[in-house]
């Protein structure tokens, strides 16, 4: 089965960080964009970052100067670093990347957090205050 690998969630304290892990699982990395997404209850899904094989290309301005995404191609994964974490960074956070960046593409944005859901791309973040 070709999906994105998600880990890295957990529990912390507001200031500290914790490093999101996205890995291929039998396909590998192309040019396209990859994308972490989150979303909290009550809230609609957000783009968090993306990043392509030439770099970092966006982040959410929320996450600005906090968070950074990053890609090591030779081991097919991207992560997302993300320093000093504030209760308002609690999610469910999702990564696209690989095959369900083209499936994403026939939904609409609202539905795409759920989508990742359902693929079991995503992982729990909780940030206490």
Sequence with gaps: EMKAVVSGGGTV?????LRLVC????FTFDDSDMTWYRQSPGSECEL???VNTEGPK???LSVKGRFTISQDIAKNTIYLQMNNLEPEDAAVYY??????????YHLDRADYCSALA???QGTQVTVSS
């Design 118 to 120: 359902s693929w079991g």
């Design 95 to 104: 990564c696209a990347a690989g095959p369900s960046v083209a499936r994403l």
């Design 48 to 50: 968090v970052a993306t």
């Design 58 to 60: 966006y982040y959410a």
């Design 23 to 26: 890995a291929a699982s039998g």
């Design 13 to 17: 304290q507001a200031g500290e960080s």
